[in-house]
């Protein structure tokens, strides 16, 4: 079956860039997504890839899409404190009700 | 602002209760999910409901039911609680073709069992 996998832990200095890192296994997963869980609170939608790009900016996210190797990752610039938080990245599982695959999660530290 | 309502933020039930966790969708979505979150495990599916009065077991299912009698709503049951249900409970809602949208979700609701 598919699978999401994630780091459990990056630890970044206020102003650095951060990069989380995330493999998947659905080839046919149309979009990918990066959510974010402030400590206490739901998931929020960050952003989103549609499998046809290989790049999307948005303010200081960046995402990356391999998909030869299968490989997403999304890039913070000028990490801040307030960016200290989960971040999930899922696919859709292809077939059935289209359901989110996600990942264990990435807990992202900013420290001064 | 569209938004996914859970009833409560913080429970505290006793082992054996019958507990009723609630979601509400303002914005006419088909989907909803349940799920629940403990650390080092992410996100687990429990149910999953496409249409009213429709559900589907996720992956953990046991221990649990589920009831979507109205579109907007959609309500998680623990029959008999006890203490490894104490975790992070998360409701979602999306449209039948999740896109660029993704999922909408709750702000969760932390269940102690004591």
């Known amino acids: 079956g598919e699978d999401v996998e994630q780091s459990l832990f990056l630890s970044v200095r206020e102003g650095d860039s951060s990069v989380i890192n995330c493999t998947y296994t659905?080839?046919?997963?149309?979009?990918l997504y990066w959510y974010k869980q402030e400590p206490g609170a739901g998931l929020q939608l960050l952003t989103y890839?549609?499998?046809?790009?290989d790049m999307k900016q948005d303010q200081r996210l960046t995402v990356l899409l391999n998909k030869k190797d299968k490989h997403l990752s999304l890039r913070i610039a000028d990490t801040q404190t307030g960016d200290s938080a989960i971040y999930f990245c899922?696919?859709?599982?292809?077939?059935?009700?289209?359901?989110?695959?996600f990942g264990a999660g990435t807990r992202l530290a900013v420290h001064p | 602002d569209v938004k996914v309502t859970q009833s409560s933020r913080y429970l505290v039930k006793r082992t054996g209760e019958k507990v009723f966790l609630e979601c509400v969708q303002d914005?006419?979505?088909?989907?909803m999910f349940w799920y629940r979150q403990d650390p080092g495990l992410g996100l687990r599916l429990i149910y999953f409901?496409?249409?009213?009065?429709?559900?589907e077991k996720g992956d953990i299912p046991e221990g649990y039911s589920v009831s979507r009698e109205k579109k907007e709503r959609f309500s998680l049951i623990l029959e008999s609680a006890s203490t490894n249900q104490t975790s992070m409970y998360l409701c979602?809602?999306?449209?039948?073709?999740?896109?660029?949208?993704?999922?909408?979700f709750g702000s969760g609701t932390r269940l102690t069992v004591v």
């Open positions: 914005m006419d979505h088909e989907n």
């Open positions: 659905d080839s046919s997963s149309t979009y």
């Open positions: 890839i549609f499998s046809n790009m």
């Open positions: 409901s496409y249409d009213v009065k429709m559900k």
């Open positions: 979602a809602s999306s449209l039948p073709m999740t896109g660029n949208y993704g999922y909408t």
């Open positions: 899922a696919e859709i599982e292809t077939g059935g009700y289209n359901k989110l695959i």
